[in-house]
């Protein structure tokens, strides 16, 4: 079928919205109508060539939508379903076996391959492949195929313009708390960096009781906003502040809990030292291979300990529904991270992102 999507077609270039010919779902497939999908910095960083997918391809991967079509083997959806698309994972791994599914030893090349598990493509244009199956779901286009596995079914009511962003970035940040902190009430939680997953973490944080809830940031917008879901308190990271210290002092003597999402090796540090006697960092942003970071080996001995987190740890099919309920009832109102943008607007939505001026751009999708 015919399909509007936006196609990279050159490493750092501009996204052009065209016409694309779907494949039909197989026996295990949705036809998914992409109603709107989040735009995240690793569909950048794919479309750049960190990951060395190849192009022209159709990017997205946190994509929801309305179940068309399905395959003759799915049983678990049917037409009409809403869905959120997310991870992909191979089902067959040790960690999948184990229900680690983030941390799938496939995740690779079924998220950044360009292709289905088999090599195929679902997308072609004048009769020729062209790669998509980005997380297996490229979601920038009004129609995609996903995988039943990996389909989330959620309830009619939440909007699916609000909840896609629990696709990745939502259950990343969310998952981090709820899945691997798992604090207590009145547990102290810092997180350094209030952007889309930042703050779904700190969303989460107030629904598990934290305090106080410390937001670090440079921008002075983003720390408002902070405030404004949930943090007793923030410290704007220019340079002139000893973050570690002001921790410190809010708390008298560090934070159970803090989670670092910018990547930076010195904030990294930051993150850890502000960490009480047995307190734990966790790790969501997403370096470069070759960044490293030291610490202090006494400093880790006292009981501290470093986590690294994919996808917040989850199991979308479990996990992805309760965030919705959390995004119906109030309690994550992730629309205040939203900025909204037609699909035709996707490269000043990418723009946007990049400068700071949007927090979570969201995609909608012609129809």
Same mark, same amino acid.
């Given at each position: 079928m015919k399909i509007t999507a936006a196609v990279a077609r050159e490493r750092f270039g501009a996204f052009a919205v065209e016409t694309v010919d779907l494949d039909t779902p197989r026996d295990d497939e949705l036809l998914v109508e992409v109603v709107a999908s989040g735009i995240c910095q690793t569909d950048l960083h794919g479309r750049d060539g960190y990951y060395d997918t190849p192009l022209p391809a159709v990017f997205g991967h946190e994509g929801a939508g309305i179940v068309r079509a399905v395959g003759r083997g799915v049983t678990e959806f049917k037409p009409g379903d809403h869905v959120v698309m997310a991870y992909p994972w191979c089902g067959e791994c040790p960690n999948c076996r184990a229900h680690k599914q983030s941390y799938c030893l496939s995740v690779k090349e079924l998220k950044m391959a360009g292709t289905r598990a088999d090599g195929s493509t679902i997308h072609t244009q004048n009769g020729k492949p062209m790669y998509g199956s980005?997380?297996?779901?490229?979601?920038?286009?009004?129609?995609?195929?996903?995988?039943?596995?990996?389909?989330?079914? #959620?309830?009619?009511?939440? &909007?699916? *313009?609000?909840?896609?962003?629990?696709?990745? $970035? !939502?259950?990343?940040? +969310?998952?981090?708390?709820?899945? #691997?902190?798992?604090?207590? &009430?009145? *547990?102290?939680?810092?997180?350094?960096?209030? $952007? !889309?997953?930042?703050? +779904?973490?700190?969303?989460?944080?107030?629904?598990?009781?934290?305090?106080?809830?410390?937001?670090?940031?440079?921008?002075?917008?983003?720390?408002?906003? +902070?405030?404004?879901?949930?943090?007793?308190?923030?410290?704007?990271?220019?340079?002139?502040?000893d973050v570690v210290a002001e921790i410190r002092k809010i708390t008298g003597g560090g934070v159970r809990f803090s989670i670092e999402t910018s990547a930076m090796p010195a904030v990294f540090r930051e993150a850890i030292e502000s960490l009480m006697f047995a307190g734990t960092c966790i790790l969501l942003g997403s370096a470069r291979g070759g960044t490293d970071v030291s610490f202090d080996m006494p400093f880790l001995q006292q009981g501290r300990r470093v986590i690294g987190v994919m996808q917040g740890d989850s199991v979308p099919k479990e996990f992805i529904p309760k965030l919705a309920d959390y995004v119906v009832t109030g309690q994550m109102p992730v629309e205040k991270l939203i900025k909204f943008y037609d699909l035709a607007d996707i490269n000043r939505a990418a723009d946007d992102a990049a400068k700071g001026s949007t927090i979570k751009p969201v995609l909608r999708m012609p129809h």
């Open positions: 980005f997380f297996q779901q490229s979601s920038f286009g009004n129609f995609t195929l996903a995988n039943e596995r990996f389909a989330v079914k #959620v309830r009619n009511d939440a &909007p699916l *313009d609000l909840i896609c962003t629990l696709a990745c $970035g !939502g259950q990343t940040g +969310a998952g981090a708390v709820l899945n #691997v902190a798992r604090p207590n &009430p009145g *547990d102290s939680f810092a997180v350094f960096g209030v $952007g !889309g997953v930042g703050l +779904a973490a700190l969303m989460a944080a107030k629904i598990a009781g934290c305090d106080p809830i410390i937001a670090i940031d440079v921008h002075d917008n983003r720390l408002a906003l +902070a405030k404004d879901l949930g943090a007793t308190h923030t410290i704007n990271h220019t340079g002139r502040t």
